[in-house]
């Protein structure tokens, strides 16, 4: 690649709140001509005539893709029905990912092919074919059914990143029931939320997950979580960690071995409609409360699959490895539905970067002669600070291409990656995307776009975005605005689960008939976006969306705290660190009690919303109708000094306290 020109960064946003533009990166890497030689966009013109024509002629674009790369059990008849909200896709026909993903595959003779290498933590390692991951997942959704679940049913999905995991959702798939998949890092109580949100009829999970050499017990969360979610008739227990002490419920509790293990491999895909509900995946909106984002069959198959062929150039002799855990989209749709409707052989990896060694990620890059990684800038953060000689112990040749996803990758960061690990060679493709989105909108085309560190430069085809001004007009380029996308696009989200109102107000209200993403960005003279954080409360850490009001909601509902207000501050490896400021009553603002808040956020939501700083306070700043001036708790809790209007606050003095009682 070539560094074309030296580049330099400013900060992002105004403490006026304004979006301004201050990134100077005009740093450009072209591709390697060896790698646009075989690449699958291997010129701009493949590109610029791709996406006029999906942009132009949707219809027939999208048609002859579907047709192309999905297996229909019965054609559909109209391409995209928009009412400009609310999308039907490949109306009318009959398909399933279970199938695309498995038979598709086996029928066209690449049964033998493998699917998935999987490395525990341990280190025990399990390889499937296709031929072979079919079988299991038949065995499991034959299980499913003897439990009592049927097409429409909601299945909760809580388990460690086995093979297992990506096989019940695969099943859930197969015979048309819904999977929620909640990470396995989330509290009893957001387990407890999310299957009463839904309405699971089933869960499933494990006996507990390795995490760092340590066994956490999972099914002990989980019976925590069953005990207050009235719904759930049985839970599927998979033994990974063989604790003996777990107890099982009869006759709530099944072990997987007794249920799935005895089951015939063969079970016929369900055929479904192309807007049959797929899965639902909740995550952070502005307000406290988790939304069920919901994805359906046909459209969400398609775009993981195109998206993932399209962005990682999918070949072959590839061997795919994304580090996500499928708790999350980016596992839903680049680990499970993308690459196995492509056929690909991925790599599949239970535990920590960091354990036994810092040096785990290589050892499998090393071991298993990974071609593509597709992280998180959080972990290349993480690789950074643990040090350069944990590479290069190892031999990383087989890499051809790096991907990044979760937040925007800094150009520090950007550099590093490209150096150390790609070896100058491998084009980076800094994917931007949402739960909503179901799959990859901007990102580079490897083989053609010249890349510039900290852009997702440009849409893939079917991607309409538009920046626009509070008023909705559009805004010129090099000025920043909200984000929006004009046209739908197959993946798209369908709704929120059970709240069509806050779907509506949330995704449609602001800009009509356009998709507001949540997201700032700004366009620059060739083309290119640059994401340039959130519009609303939601805060970015390690690549995880947290809303700022659901970590307040589970401090105030501590009984010793009378207030809290949460925002996001800058931190060097996660990308934004939680600060809590917190008034209580009753209770000596002290050590002990810091300890306690934060074990309660735990236990609320989970250890990834634990607050890194927790300050005791006695007032908060607000403006004259009561509204916490949040603003300015973010200069303090990133140390700045506090800039912009402070007109509007009620009470002055409390930012001379708040400086007081951090001092
Ligand atoms: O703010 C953007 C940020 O992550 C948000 C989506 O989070 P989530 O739904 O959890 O999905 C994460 C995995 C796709 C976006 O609204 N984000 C994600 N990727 C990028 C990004 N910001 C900048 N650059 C990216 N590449």
């Known amino acids: 690649m070539t560094d074309a020109n030296s580049g330099q960064m400013g900060a992002g946003q105004t403490d006026s709140g304004q979006i301004d533009n201050v990134l100077i990166e005009d740093r450009l890497f072209l591709p390697p001509a060896e790698f646009t030689k075989k690449a699958v966009f291997s010129t701009q013109q493949q590109y610029e005539e791709m996406y006029e024509r999906a942009k132009n002629e949707p219809d027939g674009f999208w048609k002859e893709e579907a047709e192309e790369h999905l297996h229909w059990f019965e054609p559909f008849g109209e391409v995209c029905q928009w009412n400009a909200r609310h999308v039907q896709w490949f109306v009318g026909g009959k398909t399933n990912a279970s199938y695309n993903c498995l038979d598709r595959n086996i029928d066209a003779g690449r049964g033998d092919r493998t699917a998935i290498i999987w490395e525990g933590e341990p280190g025990d390692e399990r390889t499937l074919t296709y031929n072979e991951l079919r079988h299991e997942v038949c065995k499991c959704a034959a299980g499913l059914k003897q439990l009592g679940v049927s097409a429409g049913d909601v299945v909760s999905i809580y388990m460690?990143?086995?093979?297992?995991?990506?096989?019940?959702?695969?099943?859930?798939?197969?015979?048309?029931?819904?999977?929620?998949?909640?990470?396995?890092?989330?509290?009893?109580?957001?387990?407890?939320?999310?299957?009463?949100?839904?309405?699971?009829?089933?869960?499933?999970?494990?006996?507990?997950?390795?995490?760092r050499g340590k066994v956490l017990p999972l099914k002990q969360t989980v019976d925590e979580a069953l005990a207050k979610s009235p719904t759930v008739e049985h839970c599927l227990v998979l033994r990974r960690v063989n604790d003996e002490s777990v107890s099982m419920t009869e006759p709530r509790d099944v072990w997987w071995h007794d249920v799935v293990d005895p089951q015939s491999g063969e079970l016929a895909a369900t055929p479904l409609d192309s807007e049959a509900p797929l899965f639902i995946l909740y995550t952070s909106g502005s307000t406290g409360k988790p939304k069920g984002i919901l994805h359906t069959t046909a459209g969400y198959n398609l775009w993981a699959k195109r998206t993932f062929e399209w962005v990682f150039d999918h070949r072959d002799d590839d061997i795919y490895w994304c580090t996500a855990d499928c708790g999350w989209i980016t596992g839903h749709s680049y680990i499970v539905y993308g690459p196995l409707s492509a056929g690909a052989t991925c790599l599949m990896y239970e535990g920590a970067p960091n354990y036994p060694a810092e040096d785990r990620f290589w050892d499998l890059v090393e071991k298993h002669k990974v071609t593509i990684l597709y992280t998180a800038p959080t972990a290349v953060r993480a690789f950074i600070k643990w040090g350069d000689q944990h590479v290069d112990k190892h031999d990383l040749s087989s890499l051809r291409l790096l991907g990044s996803v979760g937040e925007g990758i800094n150009p520090e960061a950007w550099m590093w990656y490209h150096k150390k690990i790609g070896a100058e060679r491998c084009p980076i493709v800094d994917t931007w995307w949402q739960t909503e989105t179901g799959g990859i909108m901007m990102s580079p085309l490897p083989g053609i776009t010249a890349t510039k560190p900290g852009s997702c430069t440009r849409p893939l085809p079917g991607v309409v975005p538009i920046i626009v001004d509070e008023t909705g007009s559009e805004v010129h380029d090099h000025h920043g605005g909200m984000l929006c996308i004009d046209k739908p696009w197959p993946g798209m989200l369908r709704g929120i689960w059970g709240d069509e109102q806050r779907f509506i107000q949330q995704y449609w209200a602001s800009v009509p008939g356009k998709y507001l993403t949540g997201d700032n960005a700004r366009r620059d003279k060739d083309g290119y976006y640059w994401i340039m954080g959130r519009i609303d409360d939601v805060i970015n850490v390690s690549g995880h969306r947290l809303s700022t009001i659901e970590v307040e909601s589970a401090l105030v509902s501590h009984e010793a705290v009378c207030e809290a207000a949460v925002v996001g501050r800058p931190d060097e490896l996660k990308g934004q660190a939680i600060a809590a400021f917190v008034s209580v009553r009753d209770r000596e603002p002290n050590d002990e009690l810091r300890q306690e808040l934060l074990m309660h956020v735990r236990k609320q939501?989970?250890?990834?919303?634990?607050?890194?700083?927790?300050?005791?306070?006695?007032?908060?700043?607000?403006?004259?109708?009561?509204?916490?001036?949040r603003r300015l708790l973010r200069d303090i809790a990133s140390g700045k000094e506090i800039a912009g209007d402070t007109s509007t606050l009620e009470d002055l003095s409390v930012l001379a306290k708040l400086r007081e009682e951090e001092s």
């Open 160 to 211: 460690p990143m086995t093979p297992e995991l990506a096989i019940a959702m695969l099943a859930c798939a197969r015979i048309g029931a819904i999977h929620s998949v909640i990470f396995a890092g989330f509290s009893a109580e957001s387990i407890a939320d999310r299957n009463n949100d839904a309405n699971a009829k089933l869960m499933i999970t494990a006996d507990g997950l390795y995490r």
């Open 605 to 629: 939501i989970g250890a990834l919303a634990q607050p890194d700083d927790l300050r005791f306070t006695a007032t908060l700043p607000k403006t004259r109708s009561g509204k916490i001036m």
